[in-house]
């Protein structure tokens, strides 16, 4: 399988994922927990991610976004963001790269700005 195959699976499967609870039929979420370790105390977290679209729209064009964002974030919390230039969407893809550590190949990062700019952008 190839990376590109293996991301678009995750991100599929992720977008399934996030389909199911969105509809409230995932399971319910476990009980929290806590460790405690020299004096400090983790604690579980449960997330809710916003309800939105399974995959981004517009077919092969947004394969490349389907597989490296739906991993952290529902189509629909990128859609409804605010048209932004293409120089933006440029400093947005960069900063999930580069603070959030999104594992974003560097060769699919002009397809997802064209995407974004075409999808959202701003003239």
């Known amino acids: 399988m190839t ?3 293996k991301r678009l699976f995750s991100g599929a499967l992720m977008a399934s ?3 199911l609870i969105a509809g409230g039929i995932a399971a319910r979420a476990a009980d929290p927990t806590s460790v405690t370790a020299a004096g400090v105390t983790l604690t579980s977290q449960s997330v809710v991610y916003p309800a939105g679209a399974n995959l981004f729209p517009g077919g092969a064009a947004a394969q490349v976004v389907n597989a ?3 991993t952290c974030h529902s189509a629909g ?3 409804n963001q605010p ?3 293409r120089a933006a969407w440029q400093g947005e893809v960069m900063k ?4 959030y550590h999104a ?5 699919d990062i002009p397809a997802i700005v064209d995407y974004l700019v075409k999808t959202k952008g701003k003239p």
Do not use: G
């Open 3 to 5: 990376s590109l195959n």
């Open 17 to 19: 994922a996030l389909a």
């Open 83 to 85: 048209d932004l230039t």
């Open 96 to 99: 999930m790269i580069k603070f």
């Open 77 to 79: 919390m990128v859609l």
């Open 68 to 70: 490296n964002c739906l």
């Open 103 to 107: 594992p974003i190949n560097a060769a």
